[in-house]
Each structure stands twice: as structure tokens, then as C-alpha cells.
């Protein structure tokens, strides 16, 4: 299937693909439009690549734009409209820290192109954002030291044989270990164990979590690993034994929402852990330093 997009009236009208240049400097000049092949097939086959993932990029297909424009990267380091665009899908993804230097280098290259100069104004602004609002986060935490139990426990104490332990991943797929060290470490205890997932996506294996089934976890140690996923309404009703929420990076809003939600807004304490130096350091609340999954 041919990934075409359709010349405008006037070469000098804005690509049809949303790239933010002109067609002719665009699909116009990149042979991905049906017609005649080149005489070059490598650069037949890396316009094709890139104009594919133009096109998922439009359809909202971030996941194969993304490994469209890393593709064509690999191949060619400084090719603008790949840094670009992987730029503007990291910018889409939220993930900022890795759109700005793309897109900068992507300027670097064609400074003449205004829509990149925009794009990136559009990040720094992001960040600048982001930054002002974890120092609001950061100052407020402290607030939250009557919802955490002090001195924190680690992850699964006194979790003895038969007990009820559930995992639930919230965490992004750098998490993915850790979450399965935990559940690993509960049934070496002889623990009924149950996992879950709330995050998009979770560990392989582990389904997606029925909310009106958190809601009756009742009695059970419950060990949260990870910061993205909001979790819900169901710490409202839950009666757990224990709630252990493990915080996997530095995020102050993040870590203040997830410790509202998993208290049940106020009803009940939490157990703040890490694994993390650098993450317990920073949290400003009490937070339970483990090194291994045995002192878990």
C-alpha cells in the first residue's frame, strides 16, 4: 500500500502531510508521492519509510511514526525532516526532554524553516511550564506528611505465608522489572499473590486491573509500583491492610496525586518506598530507601 498524499494546487502551498513545510520541499521534493521509482532505490526506500510515517503520524499512530523517523535516523543522523517530526511526536507524547534536542538539531540544520522554529518555541515553553509547576508541587509536598506513615515500612513487611498481596504496575515500561521483583519476592514468601495493571502498557502477562475489583481488596498488602497511572476512584472503598506505593522517579505532581489517590484522599496512611537514592532524597516526605528485593 502506497502512503501517498496528494499534491496541493500551488507547490508552494503547505504539504498536505502536516509537516510545516512547503510541498515542494516536502513530499513534493521527497519522492514519496505514486509515480515513476528513481534512480536511486536506497532513497526510494528511506522516502517511503519517512512518508509512511508522516502518514501514521496524521492517523495518530505515534508508536509507528515514532519507529518510521527512527528508522530513516539510523540511516541518516542530520536528516531534518526525521528529526523534526520525531521531534513533534515527542513533543505529542509529553516526553519533552527528548523533543527538545531534536528539534534544535533540526533547526540547527534549517533555521530557514519557520514551523520548526515554532515547534521548538512550543517545547521550551512546555518545559518552562513543567518546571514552574514541579516547584509548586515540590513546596507543597511536605503537606502530605500526615498521610504517610512515618517511619515508612518496606514494600512487603510482615507479609507472612497465605497473606494477601496484590501488585498493582503503574508505572511506565521501565518499571516493568521492578514490578515483577516485587510480585517475584511476595510468592517467595508463600503469598496468595494477584498482580495487575493500570498503565498503558502494563508487564507482559499482567492483565488490566477491574477497578470494581480494587475496591475489594480488602485485607490485603497492597504494593503500587510506579507514579504515570492515575489510579481511580476505588482507594475510596478499598479497605486494604496496607498500602505501599513504590515511587519509581523524581515527580513531584505525580507523587503528590498518587499519594491523594492511594490514601483514599485522607482515609487512610501510606507507605512511601524506593528504590531509588536519588528519588528518596528528593521527596520531601517519608520515603523507605530498599537496595534489594530481599529487604523488600
Not at 499473590?193 to 499482567?206: F, M, Q, R, S, Y
Not at 480488602?218 to 504515570?228: H, N, S, T, Y
Not at 505501599?244 to 485522607?266: F, I, K, M, N
Request: charged share 20%; aromatic share 2%.
Amino acid at each position: 500500500m502506497t502512503n501517498a498524499v496528494l499534491p496541493p494546487a500551488s507547490r508552494n502551498s503547505a504539504c498536505p502531510c502536516g509537516s510545516g513545510r512547503r510541498y515542494k520541499e516536502c513530499h513534493g521534493a521527497l519522492g514519496a508521492t505514486a509515480g515513476p521509482s528513481s534512480a536511486d532505490p536506497v532513497a526510494d526506500r528511506r522516502n517511503a519509510i519517512l512518508g509512511g510515517a508522516l502518514a501514521a503520524q496524521k492517523a495518530g499512530d505515534l508508536v509507528a511514526a515514532e519507529a518510521g523517523y527512527r528508522t530513516v535516523l539510523s540511516e541518516l543522523p542530520e536528516h531534518f525532516d526525521a528529526l523534526h517530526m520525531l521531534g513533534v511526536v515527542m513533543l505529542q507524547e509529553n516526553r519533552l526532554d527528548e523533543a527538545e534536542p531534536l528539534i534544535a538539531r533540526a533547526v540547527a540544520l534549517r533555521p530557514d524553516i519557520a514551523a520548526a522554529q515554532q515547534n521548538l518555541a512550543i517545547v521550551r515553553e512546555a518545559r518552562a511550564m513543567v518546571v514552574a509547576e514541579d516547584a509548586i508541587c515540590r513546596a507543597v509536598l511536605p503537606r502530605l506528611s500526615r498521610l504517610c506513615l512515618e517511619p515508612a515500612p518496606l514494600p512487603l513487611a510482615d507479609v507472612r505465608p497465605g497473606d494477601a498481596v496484590h501488585v498493582l504496575f503503574a508505572g511506565t515500561p521501565a518499571d516493568f522489572l521492578l514490578a515483577q521483583q516485587i510480585a517475584s519476592s511476595a510468592t517467595s514468601r508463600n503469598a496468595a499473590l494477584t498482580v495487575g495493571n493500570i498503565a498503558d502498557p502494563g508487564p507482559p502477562g499482567w492483565l488490566p486491573s477491574d477497578p470494581a475489583k480494587l475496591g475489594n481488596l480488602d485485607d490485603a498488602a497492597i504494593v503500587i509500583v510506579g507514579l504515570e497511572a492515575p489510579l481511580g476512584d476505588w482507594p475510596l472503598t478499598a479497605a486494604p491492610r496496607s498500602t505501599t506505593l513504590v515511587a519509581t522517579r523524581d515527580s513531584p505532581c505525580l507523587l503528590l496525586d498518587r499519594v491523594r489517590e492511594a490514601s483514599g484522599q485522607g482515609r487512610r496512611r501510606v507507605a512511601l518506598a524506593t528504590a531509588d537514592a536519588s528519588v528518596a532524597r528528593a521527596a520531601l516526605l517519608p520515603m523507605r530507601m530498599f537496595a534489594s528485593l530481599e529487604d523488600a
